[in-house]
């Protein structure tokens, strides 16, 4: 009979425990004596990005593929050397993309017939000075890159932005967890919880350049940086009493 009796309190104990997917959860709502107000805040601040990123290339076309490699490899040498002369740094400077296709003519009714190779080769550059990156764009554009996408303009290092946005939507969702306590006729107890969600939201990478066909002109390439939001999201629990 006791042994009965042991065994029918222990699974009945073991019933009685939370699943792994329930502990959390069960937990929060112990520790909270009173209202539980989940809050979502939004800390947002602006500043003036200070590097562009762009895409510069240079294609060549050959009856065979060894000379279109070749003029796509001596012209991006002379695209290179300008971004030197530039000041660019070489850590700034990274080769995105190296292909070579086979051209074909579609006579009708007959097989495809090879006419030649379309070779690329492109590498992605950070301006570190935005006053001098539209000089440089059009220095490139002179040593024969046919291929320029872009700019992205980002922050470099956003982490000071970044905790001065995450300082206001710690006030935004207090100030909100205050408008709702007054309207219930409650008090905030405490924060239970904070998670923080999203971040700095850097602008898409540029499209991957097409050819065209490009000019020198008399004209000044000049990139404006404009200003960038980062965003921090938060979800804060309160606890009402």
């Keep these: 009979m006791m042994r009965n009796m042991l065994a029918a309190a222990l699974m009945l104990g073991a019933a009685a425990l939370p699943s792994p997917a329930l502990a959390q959860q069960a937990t929060i709502n112990q520790s909270i004596a009173g209202t539980r107000l989940d809050i979502n805040a939004v800390g947002e601040v602006t500043r003036v990005p200070d590097v562009a990123v762009i895409t510069a290339g240079v294609v060549s076309r050959s009856a ?38 086979p051209e074909y003519r579609y006579p009708e009714n007959q097989a495809p ?97 097409a050819p065209m066909a490009m000019e020198r002109s008399a004209a000044y390439t000049k990139i404006e940086p404009g200003e960038q939001k980062l965003q921090v999201n938060l979800s804060m629990t309160f606890e009402l009493q």
Excluded: C, H
């Design 64 to 101: 065979n593929a060894s000379s279109a490699l070749q003029d796509t490899a001596d012209k991006m040498q002379r695209v290179l050397a300008a971004l030197k002369r530039a000041g660019v740094e070489s850590r700034d400077i990274q080769t995105s993309n190296v292909s070579l296709n």
């Design 113 to 209: 017939q090879l006419v030649g190779y379309t070779a690329s080769n492109s590498v992605t550059v950070r301006f570190r000075d935005l006053k001098n990156s539209g000089t440089i764009l059009d220095a490139l554009v002179a040593q024969g890159s046919n291929q320029i996408s872009g700019p992205s303009l980002i922050v470099d290092k956003p982490e000071a932005a970044l905790d001065e946005a995450r300082a206001k939507a710690i006030a935004i969702g207090r100030a909100r967890a205050e408008i709702y306590a007054r309207g219930l006729g409650l008090r905030v107890v405490r924060v239970v919880a904070i998670n923080e969600s999203g971040g700095y939201y850097a602008p898409p990478p540029p499209p991957p350049p």
